[in-house]
């Protein structure tokens, strides 16, 4: 009979090489002036979901919500195996807390009804580890947290969790989101024929901005609009098009969404990058030690 | 989510396993004393389980004034949808402005579902919790005390200090070991306010079939603050300076594979590449040179404070913080002006004109 799972993945950007510069006057992220990877536990969540399906069978489908960009997850989930890929991107959006992202992503995944919802533990730019927890409560599915080893017997899940100082085993009952660690497994690499099958998979939106540029600054909208029309059918045809959702597309209440469904607000951001190298030193004496306390206490480093 | 309630108290979760507590509360309800102190609101301890009630005496005399006793069959293990519950029942009934739980492995599976439920604010793994006044940028509406959450984002590059101005309560987790506890006052009491547990109509959708506890060993990976030695540190007796230095910070100890090596340090504590790695929001490394293998290990830290003897050791190529001295002079003083808060900022000011 197989499972239909649902593995939500998100575009990152490589907190190992951040700089002063990636941080906007309003407290936000500057995403577009740092290098995005796969967040390294989605990985493990996607690899958790394709054994699901080699063994049982079913269908494995991968969403991203961000901006346009997180297409290259997307791509690269098909490059792994995954059998579909869906883009929720919208503008209001934006400014999104894991509260209101985590109800965006329950409305997208409403609609796939699947059996089965796999998330990273946590992601690295955040490290918060909220919105799994916050999915599984929306959709009103089983939570397990923390899965590193998992087994399916008809609508029973067992799973072996890791809880920082030893291990739980649990029986629990489908439907369920599970939220998988880095140590659940090894992903599997992107697989050669995928990939040259998969690297042509475009979403509407990426195909509206070859058009643009192709067509040039002297065209109507009417034909841009026209060509993007085509060539995505022509896509769909071909199995090549990701699926791209807006707000609308999953009947999502606005109120919920970007920064009026976002409790928290940022108060206050403060840059503490240091580049390594450049050292400031400190004297090994009594008033040097000190200064270098005070500062650490500071910034909260320690205290 | 609840209205915003000016005479809320302040809650901190009493996460306990088996009638144990652990330190993490203890260490939340000194932080939730300071603050339930600011707002001149009690500080209440939420204590759920089965068979509790005798921790309530130490919740009293950690600082709270009253224990919210939430006990029932059901809830021996802790269960997601069951505490989930329960919490949830308390907040509704009471109303409290501020929400504390431990960054646990519990403390994360719960406080997110609970805040989802309640459609409030959540701000993960605060280093340090403040009460201040908020302007909105856009509105300027002007909001007076505020939990202000303050917490390191992106791998410990920024500090970001996050506000819940309207869908209260207002909740945050902290790890282990942040907040320091305080000492328990003996004589101190509180009230115990016993809570009609209802579970009626939840179906549990998980069972938990195996337990595997360890005594807590040391967790690398988790900590905020990693205080390492080398080959430098010259003793199994000598490597007594780092253990204090990290129990002061409340940090972990970290040792390269010379000290594991040396027998100065168990093999548990080893970081590099065939250690652990780790990157906490500072790593304070004492004699060690930093070789290829350690830094693979430490160098995504957030901050690194090395103390060397020579000062073209490799490691204060990846340092942001270097002391050139010998550690057997340098750790002792660090342990002095930490435990001499008061003159910091003196030191502060100070050092800056100097
Ligand atoms: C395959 C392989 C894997 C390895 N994996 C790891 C690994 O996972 N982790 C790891 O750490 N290493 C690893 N190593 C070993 C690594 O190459 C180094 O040998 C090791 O890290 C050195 O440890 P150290 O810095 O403590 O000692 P040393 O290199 O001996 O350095 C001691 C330092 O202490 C300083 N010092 C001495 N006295 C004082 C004093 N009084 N005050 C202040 N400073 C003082 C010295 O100036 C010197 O810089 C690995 C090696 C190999 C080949």
Redesign the pocket.
């Known amino acids: 009979m197989g499972y239909s799972c649902v593995v939500c993945v998100k575009q990152v950007p490589d907190t190992k090489r951040i700089t002063g510069q990636a941080m906007k006057e309003d407290g936000t992220v500057n995403r577009a002036a740092l290098p995005a990877i796969f967040n390294p536990e989605d990985l493990n969540a996607l690899e958790a979901a394709l054994r699901v399906r080699d063994q049982h069978g079913g269908t494995v489908t991968v969403i991203a919500m961000g901006l346009p960009a997180a297409c290259d997850v997307l791509r690269d989930s098909l490059f792994r195996g995954a059998d579909r890929a869906i883009l929720i991107t919208d503008r209001r959006a934006a400014a999104s807390d894991t509260l209101a992202t985590s109800y965006i992503l329950s409305c997208a995944i409403r609609k796939l009804t699947p059996d089965l919802v796999f998330c990273g533990r946590q992601a690295i730019d955040g490290d918060t580890a909220q919105v799994g927890p916050q999915l599984a409560e929306k959709l009103g599915y089983t939570l397990v947290t923390y899965l590193e080893e998992l087994e399916l017997d008809g609508r029973t899940a067992r799973v072996k969790r890791n809880i920082g100082n030893g291990y739980e085993r649990v029986r629990s009952r489908l439907p369920a989101l599970f939220t998988v660690m880095e140590t659940a497994n090894h992903p599997r690499p992107p697989a050669l024929l995928k990939v040259m099958k998969a690297k042509k998979a475009r979403a509407p939106v990426e195909i509206a901005k070859a058009v643009d540029g192709a067509l040039g600054a002297s065209a109507t909208a009417e034909a841009k609009a026209a060509e993007t029309a085509h060539r995505c059918a022509e896509m769909q045809a071909r199995k090549l098009l990701i699926t791209q959702w807006n707000l609308d597309d999953i009947e999502a209440d606005l109120g919920w969404c970007g920064g009026a469904g976002s409790p928290t607000k940022v108060h206050r951001i403060q840059s503490i990058v240091l580049a390594g190298g450049d050292y400031k030193e400190f004297p090994p004496t009594e008033a040097g030690i000190a200064s270098l306390i005070g500062e650490l206490i500071q910034d909260h480093t320690i205290g | 989510m609840i209205e915003v309630n000016r005479k809320g108290e302040v809650w901190v979760f009493a996460e306990q396993e088996a009638g144990h507590l652990s330190e993490v509360p203890l260490e939340l309800l000194s932080k939730g004393r300071e603050l339930a102190d600011q707002l001149g609101v009690p500080l209440a301890a939420v204590l759920v389980g089965s068979k509790v009630r005798p921790l309530c005496a130490t919740l009293a005399q950690h600082g709270a004034d009253l224990i919210y006793l939430a006990e029932d069959g059901v809830l021996t293990h802790y269960q997601t949808a069951s505490y989930t519950r329960v919490v949830c029942d308390l907040i509704t009934a009471y109303k409290p402005q501020i929400c504390l739980f431990g960054a646990t492995a519990i403390g994360r599976d719960l406080a997110p579902t609970v805040a989802s439920a309640m459609k409030c604010g959540l701000t993960a793994d605060c280093t340090d919790l403040q009460i201040g006044d908020h302007t909105d940028p856009q509105t300027k509406e002007h909001i007076a005390k505020l939990l202000l959450q303050i917490r390191p984002a992106f791998g410990g590059n920024i500090i970001a200090t996050i506000v819940n101005p309207h869908r209260w309560p207002q909740m945050a987790t902290v790890r282990e070991g942040v907040m320091r506890m305080t000492v328990a006052e003996a004589g101190r009491t509180g009230k115990t306010i016993k809570f009609p547990v209802n579970l009626a109509g939840l179906d549990l959708p998980t069972e938990v079939v195996e337990s595997q506890r360890r005594a807590k060993k040391v967790n690398l990976k988790g900590a905020r603050i990693i205080v390492a030695g ?3 540190v ?1 003793s199994r007796d000598a490597f007594r300076l780092i253990w204090d230095l990290a129990n002061i910070l409340g940090g972990a100890v970290g ?5 594991v090596d040396l027998g100065y340090v168990d093999h548990d504590h ?6 652990t790695t780790v990157r906490p929001a500072l790593y304070i490394c ?9 830094r ?2 430490m160098q995504e830290s957030a901050k690194i404070l090395a ?4 000062k073209d ?1 490799p ?1 204060f190529g990846v340092a942001h913080y270097g002391i050139v ?4 002079e340098v750790i002792p003083r660090m342990i002095k002006s930490i435990r001499s808060g008061a003159s910091l900022s003196d030191a502060v000011t100070g050092a800056s004109k100097a």
């Not at chain 2, 001295?325 to 057997?328: A, F, I, K, S, V």
């Open positions: 080398g080959a430098g010259g040792g390269s594979r010379a000290a080893q970081v590099g590449q065939t250690g004492c004699g060690v040179s930093g070789a290829v293998q350690h693979a290990g103390i060397n003897i020579d050791a490691i001295g010998d550690l057997n």
